[in-house]
């Protein structure tokens, strides 16, 4: 697909928020305004949900006011998936169906889920990477929805797996040593490469990455985030005081 992109010297934008309920809210408007520039553009509004706990509440922001997104004509994808089945309390997928796909009544066939329960893995990257560049040319995403661990991984992208290296592949199988466990991910150029890129920061465990990740410090290998935060397109972080508390030098605008 490509290399990473050259630093470009600009920052991401970076919202600091009281606390996660306003987080949601400020997230869910970009949300809201992204749908509406997608659809107006070419019909469709196509959306990568990130996992995690920092989502749930963007979720029942979303589902609390249905209308402003059109469900009908937006196709709705992951940033990455555990290998578990849909019904796992772990599962990404599971946790969206219950916070926001079913209370928004997104329907069931714009819903693309990864199958974390297959029995191959490879496949079922090979056939997400498919469904998610069928009929469409790059960028294959309207908007991603990423968060951020405290290791500074991102998606399924984690400090020393293989995911981080990929270039040519849109969606791979990737073992995480750390878990002892597989998943399935987006890749970096899938990524980055999509029109607008929101990241999701929340809790004071992630404040030492955040710090890092906005430094001068090209750290994207220790840090995959960062490989997401400094590509061309615009970026916007949402984060919490909490994930902030570290990041005073880097004058985030606060809202």
Known sequence: MQEDPPPTGARPQVVVLADLDALARAAAARVHAAAGAAIAHRGRFRVALSGGS???????????????????????????????????????????RETLLEPAHVPDANVRRMQGEASDLDAAARAYEAALTAGAAAPWLDLVLLGMGPDGHTASLFPGTTAVE????????VDVPQLRARRLTLTVPVLSGATEVAFLIAGREKAEALRDVLGETDCGRQHPAQLIMRRPGPVVIFCDRAAAALCGSLSPEVS
């Open 166 to 173: 990929e270039r040519a592949r849109a969606c791979v199988a």
């Open 54 to 96: 920092t989502p749930r509440a963007l979720h029942r922001e979303l589902a609390a006011r249905p209308d402003a997104v059109d469900w009908g004509r937006t196709d709705v994808f992951f940033g990455d998936e555990r290998a578990v089945p849909p019904d796992h309390p772990d599962s990404n997928y599971r946790m969206a």
